[in-house]
């Protein structure tokens, strides 16, 4: 079983970081492909980033090319998304992924991924 709990959300102003963290408490994730997607008052949760079981082939969204970096650690169980420049449309509560096999294009759906975290809250404040 794959338990996901994320952290490292907070309130901060726009222009400064944040990196969130994943963690699975389950079963090792080493084999799945690992996304952190987000919903905003109001909208549809969506892709943010992704990263290959490998850890060589990542993915991203284009608001989040340039200033937001995915990254695992297999021995810790452990997803990060660093986020540099935030804006406040960034404001959502981000949530993390795991999945088998999603496919190339279910990397970017909610439909490729099996489980999912409770989110974290990120506010950026103008």
């Known amino acids: 079983q794959v338990q996901l709990v994320e952290s490292g959300g907070g309130l901060v102003q726009s222009g400064t970081s944040l990196r969130l963290s994943c963690t699975n408490s389950g079963r090792t994730f080493i084999r799945y492909t690992m996304g952190w997607f987000r919903q905003a008052p109001g909208k549809e949760r969506e892709f943010v980033a992704a990263i290959h079981w490998i850890g060589s082939s990542t993915w991203y969204t284009n608001a989040a090319k340039g200033r937001f970096t995915i990254s695992r650690d297999n021995v810790k169980n452990t997803v990060s998304l660093q986020m540099n420049s935030l804006k406040p449309e960034d404001t959502a509560v981000y949530y993390c992924?795991?999945?088998?096999?999603?496919?190339?294009?279910?990397?970017?759906?909610?439909?490729?991924?099996?489980?999912w975290g409770q989110g974290t809250q990120v506010t950026v404040s103008s």
């Open positions: 992924a795991a999945s088998k096999d999603p496919g190339p294009i279910g990397i970017i759906a909610q439909s490729g991924y099996d489980y």
